[in-house]
């Protein structure tokens, strides 16, 4: 299989960046210190089924079960212990509710910090250095660009993340889905309202 | 009714779509997903705690602020294992050289 790579393409040498991240692999493959199936499963369990799959349960959880909601919100790192989600790494999660009035936003100004265990792997918008810095000093006008207009009644509070504390905004749920069920709700919930750059929306009916 | 409550993961599937909905990728090259995925799974083996990790990236970010996220990653991440002894600067040069020069083979 070797012999085919390579030889037929005459592949382009890789970029510097590229043949570091491959020797470090191939280096600490050979010595045991990893495998590649546990990268492969590490990567395919955070690019497809972590996602933001966990957060839209959580979210939808908290819609239809107040007491769940309380429990939430005084506890996140519990209360999403109670779904089966874990895979946090020694930090805590905080959720942050909107409601009418008030409306929250999470950040990580010094990186990257993400509620990985409810979120997945953040957006490159969200590691971005704009994003870091203008967030905390106008979020408003930021949101605005997100296509999130929010009313000058509204107080906007900006989370910002730490290595010991993430956090994660609870959307309110949007009207008009007194009918739906969990499931159904929970498939209404993005990303991107967890992060709290949208609302939670309600596909038009055809 | 049961036949639907019975199949979660169907469901999940479907949900699962959301990333795609947002219009994101996560990882730009195959060396990003590689790299996080050997660092994470290394974490997990017990080799390192996750914050001593993360505050090699916060310093790394700190110092060169860009947006190759995951180069700031990489460096990191050579930092950790040069500093617990379980790499040595030398080899990973020597080897990065090997794949750099195509003396190696990238699909390897």
């Known amino acids: 299989m070797a012999e085919h790579h390579g030889h037929d393409h005459h592949p382009e040498p890789p970029s510097a960046v590229e043949a570091r991240a491959r020797a470090l692999e191939s280096l600490l493959i050979e010595k045991n210190l ?7 499963r590490i990567v395919e369990a955070y690019e497809s089924d972590i996602g933001p799959l966990n957060g839209a349960r959580v979210v939808a959880r908290a819609w239809v079960d107040p007491e769940f909601k309380r429990r939430l919100l005084a506890d996140g ?14 930090e805590h999660l905080v959720v942050v509710e909107n409601r009418p009035g008030v409306h929250n936003v999470i950040v990580c100004t010094l990186c990257s910090c993400y509620p990985w265990a409810v979120l997945g792997l953040p957006p490159a918008w969200y590691k971005s250095a704009a994003y870091r810095s203008r967030m905390v000093i106008n979020p408003r006008e930021v949101l605005a660009e997100f296509g999130l207009h929010l009313d000058e009644g509204t107080r906007v509070e900006v989370w910002d993340s730490s290595a010991e504390t ?5 959307p ?20 991107d309202a967890m992060v709290g750059v949208a609302r939670v929306e309600v596909p038009a009916r055809t | 009714m ?9 469901r999940m599937e479907g949900a699962a779509a959301l990333p795609r909905r947002n219009g994101e990728l996560i ?24 914050p001593e990790f993360q505050g090699h990236l916060i310093e790394e970010i700190a110092q060169q602020d860009t947006e190759d996220y995951y180069q700031r990653w990489l460096v990191a991440f ?3 294992l040069v500093e617990r002894g379980l790499l040595d600067r030398d080899e990973i040069e020597r080897r990065a050289g090997e794949y750099r020069r195509l003396e190696r083979d990238l699909l390897d």
């Open chain 2, 78 to 80: 050579e930092r950790l």
């Open chain 2, 2 to 10: 049961s036949g639907r409550s019975q199949t979660p993961a169907a």
């Open chain 2, 27 to 50: 990882f730009e090259a195959p060396w990003q997903s590689r790299i996080f995925g050997a660092t994470v799974a290394m974490h997990e083996a017990g080799l390192f705690e996750w």
């Open chain 1, 166 to 170: 993430r956090y994660m905004v609870l």
């Open chain 1, 34 to 40: 990893v495998t590649a199936d546990a990268i492969d």
């Open chain 1, 172 to 191: 309110e749920r949007p009207p008009g889905t007194e009918h739906l069920s969990e499931e159904e709700l929970a498939a209404l919930v993005t990303r």
């Open chain 1, 77 to 90: 790192t519990a209360a999403i212990r109670e779904l089966g989600i874990s895979g946090l790494r020694g």
